[in-house]
């Protein structure tokens, strides 16, 4: 269903793409972000929003993309419009699914965006690797479910499925084929290089060590972590995953 209606699919977000370019550089200068944020209004109240929330706010409200970088910093607030721009890649879209599968969509978001942050948090923690792509990598890596949750919903809401899917089921499908579906679409997106290999790669059983795989390595450490407390049908060989990894 996927390769016969990859056309159906959304299109990646050209904002998130433009903040993934910009932060990929450690010399990304403040006015291209800010100017890239301004140009969708709902993400750069996002980005205000966080900056005026209680962990962060210091007294003075803020009410530009330019003091919020002053504040959170300018890989703080790429991260927040980042995540912010792709979450419509998560949205349960209701002509094309099914009603058991709206917690689905919901544990999958909160699942990316804990990833996301936590992996980038360890990499500073650390000082491993490149915390920006590793917080786009926990975003990321298991964007196929979403695709493969999309088509098994209209394949429901179509009639070509009959049969009432348990959760079980529905978790196997999307485990069985999240790395086949991510890969093709991050290749199809032309996201960058990284993303598409954390797509491809995370759960490769001989993950290599190298320099190149530090941000593949922590999101599959805090992946993995939320994946087994928070999935009762998590599957076959993932603490083996996080075990490896944390050891790397």
Do not use: C
């Not at 980005?47 to 910093?73: M, P």
Request: proline share 4%; charged share 20%; aromatic share 6%.
């Amino acid at each position: 269903h996927f390769r016969e209606h990859r056309q159906d699919l959304p299109a990646f977000p050209s904002l998130a793409a433009r903040v993934f370019s910009l932060i990929e550089h450690p010399e990304t200068d403040i006015n291209e972000l800010v100017r890239a944020i301004n140009q969708d209004p709902q993400i750069a109240a996002q980005v205000i929003k966080n900056a005026n929330s209680v962990i962060y706010a210091r007294g003075v409200q803020i009410l530009s993309i330019r003091d919020a970088v002053t504040r959170l910093g300018l890989r703080q607030v790429a991260n927040i419009a980042a995540a912010a721009s792709t979450s419509a890649l998560f949205d349960m879209e209701v002509k094309a699914s099914h009603e058991q599968f709206i917690p689905i969509w919901q544990e999958q978001w909160l699942h990316a965006m804990t990833t996301a942050y936590s992996a980038g948090w360890l990499a500073e923690e650390l000082s491993l690797g490149n915390s920006g792509q590793a917080f786009l990598g926990g975003m990321l890596h298991d964007i196929g479910k979403t695709i493969a949750l999309r088509a098994l919903g209209t394949l429901i809401v179509g009639g070509q499925i009959k049969e009432s899917l348990s959760p079980e089921i529905v978790n196997t499908i999307m485990e069985e084929s999240h790395i086949d579906l991510g890969s093709e679409m991050a290749i199809s997106w032309e996201l960058p290089e990284f993303l598409v290999m954390l797509a491809m790669d995370h759960h490769q059983v001989d993950l290599p060590s190298g320099a190149d795989y530090q941000e593949l390595h922590m999101v599959r450490v805090v992946s993995g972590l939320n994946e087994l407390q928070r999935n009762p049908h998590y599957r076959t060989g993932l603490e083996e995953e996080v075990r490896s990894s944390a050891d790397v």
